[in-house]
């Protein structure tokens, strides 16, 4: 009887499964991914904006300039991880500073290890991210650029 009421008080224990921890962590990854989108569009308002307040050849368009590179590339990096995180999939350190490092080189080349032939679905929407962004950057340049002269 001992034993039926050990079974019994066993099985009514809750305990989580690998698929919870795979939904948390897969939750977990598409907030990284969006998160890193986030910090791409963001920064493409604050340089339209710092573009309409600095002059080219300024020390602080320089400095933007020089920031912009650097946080974009790392931006793409989190993007990449946080997707193959999300797909289950081994990305590498090297790999990873050949993103942050060369990014046109090392994004394309995860998109197609990530996604084989399907790759070019993926980099094709990633070009039109791109472009998004950086008409959302000439915009509000062009919006701060008004703003600046009407005032």
């Not at 020390?59 to 289950?88: M, N, Q, S």
């Not at 490092?101 to 084989?116: Q, T």
Request: glycine letters at 8%; hydrophobic letters at 55%; a neutral charge.
């Amino acid at each position: 009887m001992a034993r039926k009421a050990q079974v019994a008080e066993m099985s009514t224990e809750v305990e989580p499964t690998s698929e919870t921890g795979d939904r948390a962590d897969r939750d977990a990854a598409r907030r990284g991914r969006t998160n890193a989108l986030m910090v791409m569009w963001a920064l493409m308002v604050i340089a339209g904006v710092s573009s309409a307040f600095a002059q080219n050849g300024s020390a602080a368009a320089e400095i933007f300039a020089g920031l912009a590179a650097l946080v974009v590339p790392i931006a793409i990096a989190t993007w990449c991880y946080y997707d193959a995180r999300l797909h289950d999939i081994e990305i590498g350190r090297a790999f990873m500073v050949l993103i942050i490092l060369v990014a046109i080189v090392g994004f394309p080349v995860y998109a197609f290890r990530s996604r084989g032939v399907r790759g070019f679905l993926l980099i094709g929407y990633s070009l039109l991210v791109a472009t998004a962004l950086l008409a959302f950057s000439a915009g509000s340049a062009i919006a701060t650029d008004l703003l600046l002269t009407w005032w």
